[in-house]
């Protein structure tokens, strides 16, 4: 850990388009996407709809499809797109060195 950066990684381990998960103590899971665009974004893994698994899901531009019924989420708020109504917290996360940095306050703050 630096100060309230958890490093969780080598941004090379995150697949392009995919998402990699962390396990945070006293904040549950969290899922770390990569982008096309080579853009890093973390939220809570669990849907605003019925808590599915976002990691799971179909990345494409900034916004994940959830694997369970299709909700499209926008990584960079957490917002449901579209008709649907819901929100999943998001995570500050940053690279140093090539090393992922998620913020460990907001992961707590996520799980609250
Ligand atoms: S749980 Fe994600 S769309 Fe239903």
Redesign the pocket.
Known sequence: MIGEWLDIGWVNEIPVRGSRTVTVDGAGEIAVFRTGDDKLFALRNS?P????PLSQGIVHGHSVT?P????NIALATGQAQGEDKGCTPTIPVKIDGGRVLICRASTLKAAA
């Open positions: 849907c709809h019925k808590a599915g959830c369970l019924h299709n909700w």
